[in-house]
């Protein structure tokens, strides 16, 4: 082999060995930035909308309310178990005053210390029903659509979409010819098409198959965001 046949292999094996990060990384077919978390918030109960708290681009905190339902007949039955809850305890401290004297069996205190418990029950049913007119928000986010309005009867149908965009992550899609070229927590840099600028993304996610219809395979790298500098929707390219 000739002295310059010998430099090539030798760059070739240095090459292989520092891996992607020495050559240039293959350009992805598309790379999109999308929210970390998207949320289509629904209700697996029936009723009238009486309030809608949130619109359309309002930031809202974990747990802050985002719609309310008519609850009317389930704060009606809680009512009721208070008053029947009322009832029943002071019948059982006369009665177990009676049963001291012996005027009364302990199978009727039995009886009442039963009728109680069911009341309770139905009173902590009640309350669930109550809290569950009420429609929270999941984590902190932006309200990204709302599909419901004032006097509307709930169906299946997603109610408001919440997207969490403090953090991103890119989806990028590789031909199979670039399978094998990244690890999980590998480093890589990312320039937005929107603002021009680069940023550091890592991946945390690889497909572990090729689609064998489009023959690619998708990468998912996180990036942080709390800045909001960069709109969840913007196309994305690897920087080299």
Same mark, same amino acid.
């Given at each position: 082999?000739?002295?310059?046949?010998?430099?090539?292999?030798?760059?070739? $094996?240095?090459?292989?060995?520092?891996?992607?990060?020495?050559?240039?990384?293959? /350009?992805? +077919?598309?790379? +999109?930035?999308?929210?970390?978390? #998207?949320?289509?918030?629904?209700?697996?109960?029936? %009723?009238?909308?009486? /309030?809608?708290?949130?619109?359309?681009?309002?930031?809202?905190?974990? %747990?802050?309310?985002?719609?309310?339902? =008519? #609850?009317?007949?389930?704060?009606?039955?809680?009512?009721?178990?208070?008053?029947?809850?009322?009832?029943?305890?002071?019948?059982?401290?006369?009665?177990? &005053?009676?049963?001291?004297?012996?005027?009364?069996?302990?199978?009727?205190?039995?009886? +009442?210390? #039963? =009728?109680?418990?069911?009341?309770?029950?139905?009173?902590?049913?009640?309350?669930?029903?109550?809290?569950? &007119?009420?429609?929270?928000?999941?984590?902190?986010?932006?309200?990204?659509?709302?599909?419901? /309005?004032?006097?509307? +009867?709930?169906?299946?149908?997603?109610?408001?979409?919440?997207?969490? $965009?403090?953090?991103?992550?890119?989806?990028?899609?590789?031909?199979?010819?670039?399978?094998?070229?990244?690890?999980?927590?590998? =480093?890589?840099?990312?320039? $937005?098409?929107?603002?021009?600028?680069?940023?550091?993304?890592?991946?945390? /996610?690889?497909?572990?198959?090729?689609?064998? #219809?489009?023959?690619?395979?998708?990468?998912?790298?996180?990036? =942080?965001?709390?800045?909001?500098?960069?709109?969840?929707?913007?196309?994305?390219? $690897?920087?080299?």
């Amino acid at each position: 082999m000739t002295r310059m046949g010998m430099k090539v292999a030798v760059a070739m $094996v240095g090459l292989l060995l520092a891996g992607p990060s020495a050559a240039q990384m293959a /350009a992805p +077919l598309t790379c +999109l930035l999308v929210p970390a978390r #998207t949320s289509d918030i629904g209700s697996d109960r029936s %009723g009238i909308v009486i /309030a809608v708290e949130v619109t359309r681009g309002d930031f809202v905190e974990a %747990g802050d309310p985002l719609v309310h339902f =008519d #609850t009317r007949l389930a704060e009606a039955d809680l009512q009721v178990a208070q008053i029947t809850i009322d009832g029943l305890q002071e019948r059982l401290g006369r009665s177990e &005053g009676l049963l001291n004297r012996n005027l009364i069996s302990r199978d009727e205190i039995e009886a +009442l210390r #039963t =009728d109680l418990a069911l009341a309770s029950a139905e009173q902590a049913r009640a309350q669930i029903e109550v809290d569950r &007119g009420t429609i929270r928000a999941p984590f902190a986010g932006y309200v990204a659509e709302v599909a419901i /309005a004032v006097g509307e +009867l709930i169906g299946p149908e997603p109610l408001l979409r919440i997207i969490e $965009v403090s953090e991103l992550e890119a989806e990028l899609v590789f031909l199979a010819g670039a399978f094998g070229e990244f690890s999980i927590g590998q =480093d890589i840099a990312l320039s $937005v098409e929107l603002t021009q600028a680069n940023v550091a993304a890592s991946v945390t /996610a690889i497909d572990p198959f090729i689609d064998p #219809t489009s023959n690619t395979f998708t990468v998912r790298a996180g990036i =942080d965001n709390s800045d909001l500098a960069i709109p969840a929707g913007s196309s994305c390219a $690897v920087a080299n």
